[in-house]
């Protein structure tokens, strides 16, 4: 059983950073592949960045170049860094975990946070 908190979101201004953490709980973080996930008011909810447990990265069009997805297995922590923000990057950021590699970025992870609000002003 994996449980991720998500932290760090709130209102920031357009080109502004932000970093968000999501904590899991669970001895075996270190084992799980790691999604960020986001859905604004009216949309889809759509990928947007992935770490295995080895540490590669993969990034939607829309953030490369922008954010940065790590994670620190001691701290049992993934976070995302975000900067140059966009209004567009507005949206309820998720945190995902599962085995799979490609069930996460897939969007059907098997454990999910319950979100943090990321608002950007223009």
């Known amino acids: 059983q994996v449980q991720l908190v998500e932290s760090g979101g709130g209102l920031v201004q357009a080109g502004g950073p932000l970093r968000l953490p999501c904590a899991a709980s669970?001895?075996?973080?270190?084992?799980?592949?790691m999604g960020w996930f986001r859905q604004a008011p009216g949309k889809e909810r759509e990928f947007v960045a992935a770490?295995?447990?080895?540490?590669?990265?993969n990034y939607a069009d829309s953030v490369k170049g922008r954010f940065t997805i790590s994670r620190d297995n001691a701290k049992n922590t993934v976070y995302l860094q975000m900067i140059s923000l966009k209004p567009e990057d507005t949206a309820v950021y998720y945190c995902?975990?599962?085995?799979?590699?490609?069930?996460?970025?897939?969007?059907?992870?098997?454990?999910w946070g319950q979100g943090t609000q990321v608002t950007v002003s223009s």
């Open positions: 669970g001895r075996i973080f270190s084992s799980y592949n």
């Open positions: 770490i295995t447990w080895g540490g590669s990265t």
């Open positions: 995902a975990a599962d085995r799979s590699l490609s069930t996460v970025v897939g969007g059907q992870g098997r454990y």
